[in-house]
């Protein structure tokens, strides 16, 4: 026996998922499973295998997570939506996104997950630019994201520093909705970030620091990074005219 | 020159592709991804339809004689961009279909097997 019955509720309530969507990082998956699990044994790992060929999936069942492979590559919004629809499923009440490349720190988890224990925000996003300044990117990719938050922060009506990272946590509402409605593709944090202010998440911001990565160099080149800069700000575009598909249900 | 009605017409078509295409992508039934190089099509015609010294230039640049003709060859060639985009589209997904439908089906045998054998 644990506790008394509403002790079990609480704890169950406060089950807690990490996703860790992952394309070919067998470098670097388990460490990083390694270090979640040594910051917070109270998490449940899930590794999303989005199509991988280099055996990141059989590593990190290796390392004690739990794994879905995707039959093909979906793209990270894809791959997230398939953590979040596994949380929902399994009644998880918070499900934190975590990065396989290792450039997301998992002792600050703490900091990402304290405004969804107050009850106080359903996503809370771990910005680069609040406080700590100590974030190295290069310039453009800097200016890039300054840009997109000032577009995103007019848009939501909520002042916001960073609508890109995806060091990111969700609460039971959030987990809810997203599971059915979650953009595609690749950059999808920011319509995402956009599509909770639509359908009435509410967002918070916490700093955090973020590491160089462990493993491997970021997928974006710059016609690729223009290419996903239109798309995206043609579906925020969109997105400001546009219904939420389902209606959040209060509990 | 391009004939003044011509102008007036290929602007209003290329302005109802774009407010369709907007529409479709709100109503959520086309996915950005699809919309873009018809939103790109719409505005590359429009934008020739109204500045129309910029497509006698254009025109006079490739040797026809006839504006107007140019800005229908260049929507023809769009056509063609985006029917060439949906043939790619459709055999990635006509693959990722081959792909479901055998791991079903091995997921449904080894469903079977399990229920066979309930020890």
Known sequence: MIGTRSERVSLTSLRRLAIVPALNEAGSIQSVIREIRAQDPDFEILVVDDG??????????????????????????????????????HDFGIAVQIDADGQHDPTELPKLLAPLLAGEADVVVGSRFLGERNYK????????????????????????????????????????????????GFVESVEAT??????????????VVMRQRL??????????????SIKVLVAVFVGIFRRSAYELKEE | MTPFRVSIFAAVAALILLVVVFELMRSRRL???????????????????????????AADAVGIAYPPSAL??????????????????????????????????????RLREAQDRPD
């Open chain 1, 52 to 89: 991988s060929t280099d055996g990141t999936a059989g590593l990190a069942e290796a390392a004690g997570a739990w794994v879905v492979r995707l039959p093909f590559n979906l793209g990270i919004g894809g791959a997230v939506q398939t953590g979040l629809q596994y949380a929902r499923d």
């Open chain 1, 137 to 184: 990117a290069p310039f453009l990719r800097r200016v890039g994201i300054r840009v997109f938050a000032a577009i995103i922060s007019a848009v939501v009506g909520q002042p916001l520093t960073d609508t890109s990272s995806s060091f990111r946590a969700f609460g039971r509402r959030a987990i809810a909705y997203f599971s059915r409605d979650y953009p595609h």
């Open chain 1, 194 to 207: 956009v599509i909770a202010a639509r359908c009435g998440l509410r967002l918070t911001e916490v700093p």
């Open chain 1, 215 to 228: 493993m491997g160099q970021s997928s974006l080149t710059l016609p690729i990074s223009i290419y996903y």
């Open chain 2, 31 to 57: 996915q950005e991804r699809y919309a873009l190089l018809w939103l790109l099509t719409g505005l590359v015609v429009f934008v020739l339809a109204v500045w129309r010294s910029l497509l006698g230039w």
């Open chain 2, 72 to 109: 229908f060859v260049l929507a023809s060639f769009f056509i063609l961009i985006v029917l060439l985009h949906y043939s790619t589209v459709i055999s990635r997904l006509s693959e990722q279909n081959t792909v479901l439908a055998q791991r079903l089906a091995i997921l449904e045998n």
